[in-house]
């Protein structure tokens, strides 16, 4: 691809600094007790607000919805697994899937200079104006830079994409060490670019707040005397790199605009919840042996399955390859019947309800990929995390992991800038960047500039 220039002629710039997974609510409250001092003398200087993410709250579909600038019937990234219809194969959708072009993708068409760090559903890495280090989906640094020449110098500094998240669930101790050797990594590596690239456009991404967030989320809460307190310690390194890097940095470029954002809020895991155990149990769902690892194993007298998190999927005829019911007639009967008993859906020990929410497809999705789209989507009540596993005998069950996702309470900064809407959402991101580039927002965006 040949882009018209290598170096953008234009002053006005935009940085964008995104924490995963870092609610609203917490930034608040960690900011009124002193924890983030430069965050919160920061935030003092433009709109700091409360955003909704997308459906379903995970990084994959709102990363990626914020990179196009549209839902995911107009990206096709639905989950971080997915089925294809014809097989009901499960894969996990990467940038090959992405069926649209990145806003980076196209600002380089148009002469910008742009750097991209670790942004998730950047892998495999597409061709841009700049550089572009793929998030955690990439397999391996050699797959994960464009352009390639960039990758012996990330090899050399010992840069890591992500933690080890499969030690990370048995090994606490060894998951904050290799989480700070990671973000510290991240952070030189960003501090080179930003100073070394002539860039118009620069998005840095911190996955490991996501991290820190799932694996030890309850044990802060509970005033464990080890890992809160390097719970705290850890929020406190990426407020210091703000505070003493960042903003020393922007203010030798007054003509550049900053954006610090989440993706999806946090809140206490209490249990997991699994959709498939309910719909084996009201008949909705058959599988073919007591063995059965997926929905790959359903038989052809199946109504309904689930995907994580809260995706649910009718055997169509003529979508499923053995899909019974008939979308003229029983489909939406069948949906009803299933929102109807989602709502109702309680934890027997506590008699809390599972499920806040269910919202169906042509409610929440509009696009050309929307025949991809799950026919509902529960959205669970909060310390409740539905799973896709088909092979449990439980509705609910206690879980290693300590925090999980929430639509609600995502953050916005825009520095020098009020927020003009009272309610938004992660889609109206991308032509909120357009605005603060002094661009006129695409007119195929699914969100509107908030300032």
Request: glycine letters at 6%; a neutral charge; charged letters at 25%.
């Amino acid at each position: 691809m040949v882009f018209k220039l290598k170096r953008s002629s234009k002053k006005r710039g935009l940085f964008v600094l995104s924490l995963d997974g870092v609610p609203f609510t917490f930034l608040k409250e960690q900011m009124s007790k002193g924890i983030l001092p430069y965050m919160k003398r920061l935030f003092e200087e433009g709109g700091f607000r409360r955003m909704n993410s997308v459906l379903p709250p995970i990084s994959s579909v709102a990363w990626s919805s914020y990179m196009t600038g549209k839902n995911p019937a107009g990206h096709n990234i639905f989950g971080f697994i997915d089925r294809d219809p014809m097989s009901l194969k499960l894969f996990v959708p990467t940038g090959f899937n992405m069926k649209c072009k990145t806003i980076w993708e196209r600002w380089s068409e148009e002469g910008k200079r742009v750097v991209v760090m670790n942004v998730p559903v950047t892998s495999p890495p597409r061709p841009i104006n700049g550089i572009l280090i793929s998030g955690f989906l990439a397999p391996s640094i050699d797959k994960a830079v464009y352009p390639p020449s960039f990758i012996p110098v990330l090899k050399e500094w010992g840069y890591q994409i992500d933690v080890d998240v499969q030690r990370a669930r048995v090994d606490r101790r060894f998951f904050l060490e290799d989480l700070k050797r990671t973000t510290q990594m991240r952070l030189k590596a960003a501090e080179w670019l930003m100073d070394q690239e002539d860039w118009d456009f620069f998005h840095l991404h911190i996955m490991g707040t996501d991290r820190i967030n799932h694996y030890l989320w309850r044990r802060w809460e509970d005033g464990d005397p080890y890992f809160s307190p390097a719970f705290e310690e850890y929020y406190k390194s990426i407020d210091q790199f703000i505070g003493l890097s960042l903003i020393p940095f922007l203010e030798s470029r007054k003509d550049t605009a900053l954006m610090i954002m989440s993706d999806h809020g946090f809140c206490r895991l209490k249990k997991e919840v699994f959709l498939n155990t309910w719909l084996k149990d009201r008949g909705f769902l058959n599988l073919k042996s007591d063995r059965a690892k997926s929905v790959e194993d359903i038989e052809p007298n199946t109504k309904a399955y689930s995907l994580i998190p809260g995706r649910i999927y009718i055997n169509l005829k003529g979508r499923e390859p053995e899909g019974i019911v008939d979308p003229d007639k029983g489909y939406k009967a069948l949906l009803e019947n299933l929102k109807a008993g989602l709502l109702q859906l309680k934890d027997k020990e506590t008699g809390e309800r599972l499920i806040q929410a269910v919202y169906l497809r042509d409610e929440v999705y509009k696009g050309p990929y929307i025949n991809q789209a799950p026919d509902m989507i529960a959205l669970p009540e909060n310390g409740y995390d539905i799973k896709g596993n088909v092979d449990q005998t439980d509705l609910v069950q206690e879980t290693d992991m300590e925090g999980m996702h929430t639509f609600d309470d995502a953050f916005l900064f825009i520095r020098d800038h009020e927020i003009r809407a009272d309610a938004f959402s992660i889609l109206d991101i991308t032509p909120t960047l357009m605005t603060l580039l002094g661009l006129h927002p695409y007119h195929d965006l699914d969100g509107h500039s908030l300032i």
